[in-house]
Structures are given as C-alpha cells and as structure tokens.
C-alpha cells in the first residue's frame, strides 16, 4: 500500500516535471494565424531590368539615371538590375521553395504603355506579366500586384508628372488595362506604393523626377495620387469587382513617431500631429474621406504666415471627399522606423517643415547600414496599435519591412530585424487584438535601392551584381523566414538559441523534481 502511494507521488512528479518542459518549449512563442499571407516583396525598376526591351518605353528612373549618374550614391541604374525580366522563373522558384503564400511585385507602367496613354499598349510587355503571373499560380504563389511602384512613364512627367491633375485619368486608364488583362488572375491590388515618397521627388529633391517645387509640388502630388487612388477604386467598383472578386487598396509608409517624454502633453501632441502627417496624410483620406484635420490646421496656418493667397494643401471638393471614402479593402502597412519627436522648427530635410517637430533617436538602439533604418520594434507593435484605434481596426498586411547591409550572406543582423519585428507583430495579434493578416518582407532579392544604387542589400537572396548572369545565393536569413514560414512562428527548433532553450527548460524542471523529491517525497 506504501509503495502504490509512493509511486502515485512519483508518477505525479514525474508528470509535473514533463507538463513544465512541454508548456515551456510549446509557448515560448506565440503563433501566426492560420492562413496568415506570408510573402515577400519586390518592385519592377528595382529587379526587373530590360529597360528598353521588347518595346518597353522610358521611365522617369530611366531618364534621370541616365542622364544625372551623378545623383546615384554608386552612379549605377537599373537597366539591368537582377534582369528578373529574363529570370522571374528562378525568382518564382526561390518563392515556391520558401513556401510563400504570396509574391508582392510592381508593373512597369511604360512597359505597358510605352508613353503612359493607352491607346498604344505593348503586347510584349502584356505577355511578360501574364507569363510571370502565371508561373505564381502555377506554384500555387498569390500575385499581390502594386500598379505604381514609382516609376512613371518619361511622357507623362513631360505632361507635368504627379503635379498635374490630368494624371489621374491616365492612371485610371492605365488602372483598366490592368483589371482588364490580368484582373482574371489578380486579386490583391495596391494602387500605388508609397505615395508619400512620390512627393519628395517633387519637392525635396528626393528621387525622380527630382524637381524641387517646394510645399506646393509636395501636396499637389499627393493630392492627384490620392484622386488617382480613388478613382481606380471606383473604376473596380463599378466595372470588375463583382466578376473578379479581388481587393484594392493603397501601401502607406512612415516613420511612426513616439513622444520624447512621454509624460509631457506637448511632446504627446507633437508625436500625434508627426503622426497624423506622415501616414495620416494619405490613409486619413481612404477611410474618413479628407485630410486629417490637424494637417489641415497646421498647413493652412503656415501657408497664411507665408503670405500665400491660398494653402499650399489644396482641398477636396465635397464630391471628392465622397469618392475617397471607403476606399481601403485592407490596409497596406510598409514600416522600417521609429523616430522620437518634440515640437521645434528644425526639421530635417526628410520631414516636413510643416509639421514642425524635431526627431531623436534613443542610442540604445541598433542602426542598420542604411542609416534611416534603427530597430524599434517596440514602435512597430504600438503604431499597428495606432492604426487599429485610428481606422477601426482594418485587416492590415504588412507590405514592406527589412533591413540593409552590405549584402553578407551571413546576415545575421537582418535576422535579429526580421525576428524582432514579426515577434512584435505576433504581440501586436495576440495581446492587442490587432487584425493583421499578412507579412511580405522586403525584399525577396538585393536590388536597385534607388538613389543609393546597390550600396545597402536588403534581399533573403543575394545577387551577384558584377556577374552578368545575375547568379542568385541564398543568404542565412533565407533559411530563418523559411522555418517561420513553416512553422508560423518564431521558435527555430533547430537553431542554437532554441536548442539552449531546450536544454534550461530541461535543468530547471529536473530541479523542480528534484525538489518535490526531496521536500515532499521523501519526508512522509
Ligand atoms: C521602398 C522600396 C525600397 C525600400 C528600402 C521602401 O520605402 O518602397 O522600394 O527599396 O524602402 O529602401
């Protein structure tokens, strides 16, 4: 009888010791969501190459690296780039091998449409995106398509680019050939990428066409890309949705910007206000139909110190603000950092003046290559916060996310990024109730990083740039988003840090046996 107890006792130790090892390995981590779209991200002039093959026209990238090297950090282009152009097969297989639920990439509008207007196409450019579409579902990869990742046909910009009003026809036009030819297969649809980074290039002097207009370059711009936005989504409305089902929205960039001192309410309200201009300004509009209004205030309240007839923000008339509405099926989030602000007037070129804050940094934290890029995943997790208390929690996918360096292939710093943000991600699901659906990382290749050429590499995989086969070498952070891939999570079971895990986990509940042996066992 003694004996049956003192083995029940064991047994329950035993049984303890085995429900403390498993709880901890099994939750020391949380998990995506079934069906969670995980993927990775690309951009036409980025990858594509070809720049002027089989009838595609000139670009405004194509024009400005070729005439201005200058500009470019390496005086490099991307005429030919990863030439995915001739190689999206291989880049598809990368995809399929990695088990990516989708593949987001960009249509080269002058590809298309060699001058922009459609009433000359260029079937071969067609046939190449039907092609490339096809080899995704025919790997069971879902194309999640952006119709405008910066480059805009050269005769369009002749037309005045962005900055005139006119462009938002051509873009809906353009917007129809699309539905029409690919609509059939496509059924993710970003209209246009960041539309914010759009406006630099007229204002700033920050990518192509490079102009410097100043504030009214900088709004006017975003002005016509968000009617452009809106009448796109109409157009689907009225003409595709109901036959091809898909889904349209915009892909909205920034910093998100945190308070210096939390405690101080200026600070508090300067961080809102950053906020509220940097994504607000466009995703305000697609889901409460006009400017946010302390954009409004503030705009209009410097353009009247200025001296100015009018606001350099222009305004939407109220039918306009009645077609912008609503029009976000999902929100599109492209997140790299995380910026501290206080109210001052010396604003760095990158932000807008208008705004008037002032940007720190906390030097605890780590700054990639590119230098804009500082880990703070911790702002990442309160900013889809921000988003679901600001727009009434949409589905949101993460569109854009990544970190640049040299290119090593021992990327282990890109993996501490990736693993840090998809782990606040992950929190941002399971303690805030946050509704994201998706994760495409950037980039699925090293690319063409725009003015700073092939300095920073932000690719899984890395391409050879000086070989003119473009040969592909999967780095190490390839295999860690494989594992997460497959396993919806961030426990790597057969890395180092989880094997030592495994092994705590272990020594400490052979203790706790221990323990109840000796304190609870053995004493009766
Ligand atoms: C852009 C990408 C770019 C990435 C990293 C994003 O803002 O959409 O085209 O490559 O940043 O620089």
Known sequence: MMNDILQFKMFKTVAVGLLIISSNVLSSGYKFPDGFMFGASTAAYQIEGGWNEDGKG????????????ELISDRSNGDVACDSYHKYKEDVALAKDLNLKCYRFSISWS??????????LNPLGIAYYNRLIDELIANDIVPLVTMYHWDIPQYLQDLGGWVNPIMSDYFKEYARVLFSHFGDRVKWWITINEPKETCKGYSFNGYAPYLHLNQTGYYMAGHTQLIAHSKVYHLYNDEFRAKQQGKVSLSVNGFFYVPKDEQSQDDVDTAERANQFERGWFSHPVYKGDYPPVMRQWVDKKSKQEGRPWSTLPTFTKKEIELLNGTADFYALNYYSTRM????????????????????VDKSWPVSLAPWIIAVPEGFKRLLVWIKNEYGNPPVIITENGFGDNGTLNDFERISYIKSHLSAALRAIHEDECNVFGYTVWSLLDDFEWMNGYVYRFGLVSVDFNNPQRPRTLKASYGFFKKVVATYGLDDSSSTTHSLKLWLNIFFCLITMYSIYIFYILPR
């Open 58 to 69: 000139e670009n405004i990238w194509d024009r400005m690296t070729r005439s201005r090297p």
């Open 111 to 120: 590809r298309i449409a060699p001058s922009g207007e459609v009433h000359k």
């Open 341 to 360: 602000v206080k109210h001052g007037s010396d604003a760095d070129v990158n932000y807008n003046p208008d705004a008037e804050f002032e940007t720190y």
